[in-house]
C-alpha cells in the first residue's frame, strides 16, 4: 500500500508562484521515477514534469524555464516549484510515482494521488 497526497495548491494572481508538494507513505521500499501531471476541463492530462531517483529531470516545454521539480528521497516527498505563473497554467495537478513494496518478489507498481487544484487569475 502506497498513498500519494498532494498539498500546497490555491489561488494565484498571473505572474506569481506557487509550491506544490507530493508526501508518499505507506510500505514502501524505494520510489523510482516521480511526475507532476496536470489536467484542466476538457483537456487530455499532460505531463508537467519528470524526476528520477537520481534527480535528473524533464519538463514539458510549456513550463520549462518556470517550474522547478525536485524531490527529498529521505523524506519521500516531491515538490513543484511554479514561478511566472499564467492562467493557462490553471489545472489539478496530479502526483504520480513508481514505487517498489517491502513485499520481496514484486515489481515496481504505479500510483496515483487524487490532486490538488491550482488556479492562476489574470
Known amino acids: 500500500q502506497v498513498q500519494l497526497v498532494e498539498s500546497g495548491g490555491g489561488l494565484v494572481q498571473a505572474g506569481g508562484s506557487l509550491r506544490i508538494s507530493c508526501g508518499a507513505s505507506?510500505?514502501?521500499?524505494?520510489?523510482?521515477?516521480m511526475g507532476w501531471y496536470r489536467q484542466a476541463p476538457g483537456k487530455q492530462r499532460e505531463l508537467v514534469a519528470v524526476?528520477?531517483?537520481?534527480?535528473?529531470?524533464n519538463y514539458a516545454d510549456s513550463v520549462k524555464g518556470r517550474f522547478i521539480i525536485s524531490r527529498d528521497n529521505a523524506k519521500n516527498t516531491m515538490y513543484l516549484q511554479m514561478n511566472s505563473l499564467k492562467p493557462e497554467d490553471t489545472a489539478v495537478y496530479y502526483c504520480n510515482a513508481w514505487a517498489l513494496l517491502t513485499t520481496v518478489g514484486l515489481p515496481p507498481r504505479e500510483y496515483w494521488g487524487q490532486g490538488t487544484q491550482v488556479t492562476v487569475s489574470p
Open positions: 524526476i528520477t531517483s537520481g534527480g535528473s529531470t
Open positions: 505507506g510500505r514502501i521500499f524505494r520510489i523510482n521515477d
